[in-house]
């Protein structure tokens, strides 16, 4: 817009050339006027599209992070329910708060993984670098204990059980493998 004004408002010699310069000058800053309500009208709707993509964007996260959940509390309770025998053999415990410890510390094992990994391939040709990562690394193994030690001294999180037989165990995976066959027999008859 200066610059416009710039141009037309240079000083003239003819007196009726400067009028007819500042009256092209207000014809575009009418134009300029409408340009910027127009602009404003467009905002308004941008910032009205930017709340919808928003929206859906988080609609999309929480039905990940409802996937996610899903999935973690699946594998976990398969996990246990296949290494109850074994732990309450080995250990003569079992856990009934597995499902707590397994959501906190899931996503924070695989960050270590894949943190130790990168750890790693940095140490070999950067260490002074791959030291600071390991603190961070330590940080994360530190906060893995921490959590780990803490979901333990929730209320039924041992529970002391005498050791059972081996055939106890037997006929108990006979019964988990049973359920599974049956389920899978009535679901493709389903389909």
Do not use: C, H
Not at 98 to 118: A, E, H, Y
Not at 133 to 150: A, E, S
């Amino acid at each position: 817009m200066e610059i416009i004004n710039s141009i037309f408002t240079k000083e003239n010699t003819k007196s009726g050339e400067k009028l007819k310069n500042q009256k092209i000058d207000s014809d575009v800053v009418e134009k300029n006027k409408e340009y910027s309500i127009v602009k404003q009208e467009n905002n308004k709707s941008l910032i009205f599209n930017d709340k919808k993509e928003i929206k859906s964007i988080l609609i999309k996260l929480k039905e990940k992070l409802i996937f996610y959940a899903k999935n973690i509390f699946s594998v976990s309770l398969s996990a246990q329910i296949v290494l109850i025998p074994i732990i309450a053999y080995n250990y003569n415990t079992i856990s009934l708060t597995f499902f707590i410890t397994n959501i906190l510390t899931s996503f924070l094992i695989g960050v270590i993984i894949i943190f130790g990994f990168v750890l790693i391939l940095i140490s070999i040709p950067f260490l002074k670098i791959a030291k600071i990562f390991g603190k961070i690394y330590k940080m994360l193994i530190d906060l893995l204990v921490f959590i780990t030690k803490n979901t333990a001294k929730i209320p039924l999180s041992k529970i002391y059980l005498k050791k059972p037989f081996i055939w106890e165990i037997v006929l108990y995976y006979i019964f988990i493998f049973s359920i599974l066959y049956l389920f899978k027999k009535f679901r493709k008859r389903e389909i």
